[in-house]
């Protein structure tokens, strides 16, 4: 079925658009919005994100899972199109919800996000359609037998809750359990917690290697790809430490990393159109951006995990580099003629640094004041985008989540890196923490030296 939508050069009305979300990767998403003409801009959001506050002409607090209180707010306020930020109201079904009473929604439904909220489901889907970058793995209720499988595969396994976990559900042997009893420890819990939302876990090869992120826009039919970028999802420098959602990230100019060749990003590409392609085959075509997290191994490629949605930092290297209008791409999205559309990137490389409360990981401290010199930042150079803080008497507050996020754009690693660093020098407090280590040449170099110890290129 092909979506009539509204021709943006009529000019007469504007277009109402609402971006679901508060953190700065929904910033990003409202920004880029912004920059289309006519456009009136709503949001939902359960934290005040002052950066998308000042871009809305209006916007709901509330949950963003609450999907009946949004569906409500999207018919009395006549929005024409719907972007959904985070994975959180995909699961709850609210792309469903807004298209059964006749929404434009450039996302995917529930049954399609299940490539991300189901990831039993998602290995099934690999395994059925024979995509490359598959890793061996088995689900399992019994503890007995989940224990037999992590000893024919020596131990070397990353263990899964199945369902969604805020990114902090998986266990990787050698990093976060060490014996096979302490991991037998973690199935125990994830079994009889139902850690996940179900009483069953998933046990998966561990991948050796460095990881990469590939976004992509979808129309279910065909993608577009974008840049890739390298997320830091450990919390200390030299890339130690716990999982968080992600501490900082970066991309190239010419849209490869340091360590991925032409043909690699190629292979990784044609696998997230293949796992289109098997979606519209399952009779849940994915609409949206998609985002393929792979690790690069001495054999290729290998899917880590496939999200329904753009990544949080990834959204915010790639983002601010696409001139193309983005409402003609959710035209192009809802309407199956991606495959038609050229983008236009911009070739700069990107550094984006999270500022996040002290103690984010373990015990993060909330309430802490954040002080912005906003007009030294804009002449950094660097763009600011609010994450999750709080706004009280135009001062703003750490969450216990990320705070906030820099990003230096420019035509090499190295002058990006310098520009973000420089913007993060107008922004104080006494209890806020910053990996500075990202995008730098001493990391790159280590990751360098990490990759070729291990014969992968
Ligand atoms: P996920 O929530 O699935 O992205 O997993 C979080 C992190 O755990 C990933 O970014 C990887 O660093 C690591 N991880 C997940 N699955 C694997 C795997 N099969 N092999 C090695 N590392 C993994
Ligand atoms: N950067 C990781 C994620 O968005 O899931």
């Given at each position: 079925m092909k979506f009539i939508f509204i021709n943006i050069n009529a000019g007469v009305v504007n277009i109402k658009v609402l971006v679901v979300g508060g953190g700065a990767r929904e910033h990003a998403i409202c920004d880029i919005i912004k920059k289309s003409n006519n456009i009136d801009l709503y949001s939902v959001m359960s934290n005040i994100n002052p950066g998308i506050e000042a871009l809305s002409k209006e916007y709901l607090f509330e949950k963003e899972t609450e999907i009946d209180r949004i569906g409500e707010y999207v018919i009395n306020k006549k929005?024409?199109?719907?972007?959904?930020?985070?994975?959180?109201?995909?699961?709850?079904?609210?792309?469903?919800?807004?298209?059964?009473?006749?929404?434009?929604v450039c996302a995917p439904t529930k049954e399609a996000a299940r490539i991300e909220t189901d990831k039993e489901w998602m290995r099934n889907?690999?395994?059925?359609?024979?995509?490359?970058?598959?890793?061996?793995?088995?689900?399992?209720?019994?503890?007995?037998?989940?224990?037999?499988?992590?000893?024919?595969?020596?131990?070397?396994v990353v263990i899964k809750p199945i369902g969604l976990t805020g990114g902090k559900g998986v266990r990787v042997s050698g990093d976060h359990f060490n014996t096979i009893d302490e991991g037998i420890d973690y199935i125990d819990k994830i079994i009889n917690k139902k850690i996940g939302g179900k009483s069953k876990v998933l046990i998966e090869e561990k991948a050796i290697g460095e990881e990469f992120t590939l976004q992509a826009f979808s129309d279910g039919i065909s993608i577009i790809p974008?840049?890739?970028?390298?997320?830091?999802?450990?919390?200390?420098?030299?890339?130690n430490g716990p999982n968080t959602g992600g501490m900082g990230s970066y991309s190239l100019s010419n849209g490869l990393l340091p360590f991925i060749s032409k043909s690699i990003y190629e292979e990784s590409a044609a696998i997230l159109q293949k796992i289109i392609e098997s979606l519209y085959q399952e009779k849940c075509k994915f609409i949206g951006p998609i985002y393929g997290q792979f690790m690069l191994t001495n054999e290729g490629p290998k899917i880590i995990e496939i999200n329904a949605r753009f990544g949080d930092p990834e959204a915010m290297n790639v983002?601010?580099?696409?001139?193309?209008?983005?409402?003609?791409?959710?035209?192009?999205?809802?309407?199956?003629?991606?495959?038609?559309?050229?983008?236009?990137?911009?070739?700069?490389?990107?550094?984006?640094?999270?500022?996040?409360?002290?103690?984010?990981?373990?015990?993060?401290?909330?309430?802490?004041?954040?002080?912005?010199?906003?007009?030294?930042?804009?002449?950094?150079?660097?763009?600011?985008?609010?994450?999750s803080v709080n706004k009280k008497n135009d001062h703003i507050y750490t969450t216990s989540s990320r705070s906030l996020a820099l990003v230096g754009i420019s035509n090499s690693l190295s002058s990006a890196e310098m520009m973000c660093e420089d913007g993060l020098k107008f922004i104080e407090s006494e209890h806020i923490y910053i990996r500075h280590d990202i995008g730098t040449t001493e990391l790159m170099q280590m990751k360098m030296d990490k990759i070729k110890n291990l014969n992968i290129i």
């Open positions: 929005i024409d199109l719907v972007l959904i930020g985070p994975e959180s109201p995909l699961e709850a079904g609210l792309a469903n919800k807004l298209l059964s009473n006749g929404v434009l889907i690999l395994k059925k359609y024979n995509i490359e970058g598959q890793l061996q793995f088995e689900c399992f209720k019994d503890i007995d037998k989940a224990k037999n499988y992590i000893e024919d595969l020596n131990g070397q974008l840049p890739l970028v390298q997320d830091h999802k450990r919390l200390l420098p030299g890339d983002l601010p580099l696409l001139s193309t209008d983005y409402i003609d791409l959710c035209n192009a999205m809802l309407d199956e003629t991606l495959s038609t559309k050229k983008i236009k990137i911009k070739k700069k490389s990107t550094v984006c640094k999270y500022v996040v409360p002290e103690g984010y990981g373990t015990k993060s401290m909330t309430g802490e004041k954040i002080m912005l010199n906003i007009e030294d930042i804009i002449n950094s150079g660097s763009k600011l985008y609010y994450a």
